[in-house]
């Protein structure tokens, strides 16, 4: 079945420290895929996406995603988080439409 | 450039009244056009999409509707709210013929059903 996983639901990571954001994907191709991000009560933003070529993709805010075809994954990764990038996280896979996964919220501590 | 309005931006309802939840976007033509719902702590849930107007497709059965009277307008409706109504309405576009690209999506409102 197609789906869109983000194994973690709360990461906690100290100001300063560097982040990683787990996706993991099932599709029967490659599908499009896109990190947002969502702070409290506001809509989605578009971090990144990914639809071919170079795999390490860069996004706004010092965020970057590697896709891996091997392991089906898009993980989101900043080196250094920042208080403001406290938030939800959304993997998108879009294949015949577009699917969300459930989402990881991310603390920071200062 | 293009945006998308969203309103009211909250709104409390008891229990049975009806709802009505505007979406529009500026900038931008012909669209498609998405409903998703958020509940608390949860992921987004597709509720409708349009490709064109009057064209709605449904993605889960359940107490809403939606209508796209307009090109660049899409309103969420229901005739007697429930308690499980109750979350955050998102909106969003993307260009015509591209279901699985990019979205672009309003602020959002905030609904609470007494």
């Known amino acids: 079945a197609q789906s869109v996983t983000q194994p973690d639901i709360h990461i906690t990571v100290s100001e300063g420290a560097s982040l990683e954001l787990r996706c993991n994907y099932s599709y029967g191709a490659t599908p499009y895929l896109f990190w947002y991000v969502q702070s409290p009560g506001q809509g989605l933003q578009l971090l990144l996406k990914y639809f071919s070529g170079d795999t390490l993709v860069q996004g706004i805010k010092g965020f970057e995603a590697e896709f891996k075809r091997s392991q089906s994954s898009f993980n989101l990764r900043k080196p250094s988080v920042h208080w403001s990038d406290a938030a939800e996280y959304f993997c998108a896979v879009g294949f015949n439409d577009m699917r969300f996964g459930a989402g990881t919220r991310l603390t920071v501590k200062p | 450039s293009q945006t998308i309005h969203q309103w009211p931006a909250t709104l409390v309802q008891p229990v049975g009244s009806p709802l009505s939840l505007e979406c529009t976007v500026e900038?931008?033509?012909?669209?498609?056009l998405y409903w998703y719902r958020q509940a608390a702590g949860r992921g987004l849930q597709l509720l409708f999409y349009?490709?064109?107007?009057?064209?709605i497709s449904s993605e889960v059965p359940q107490n809403l509707s939606a209508s796209r009277p307009q090109d660049r307008q899409f309103i969420l409706s229901s005739k007697k709210l429930l308690l499980s109504d109750s979350g955050f309405y998102l909106c969003?576009?993307?260009?015509?013929?591209?279901?699985?690209?990019?979205?672009?999506f309003g602020p959002g409102t905030r609904l609470t059903v007494l």
């Open positions: 349009s490709v064109g107007i009057g064209q």
């Open positions: 969003a576009w993307s260009v015509l013929g591209a279901l699985r690209d990019e979205q672009f």
């Open positions: 900038g931008t033509s012909n669209p498609n």
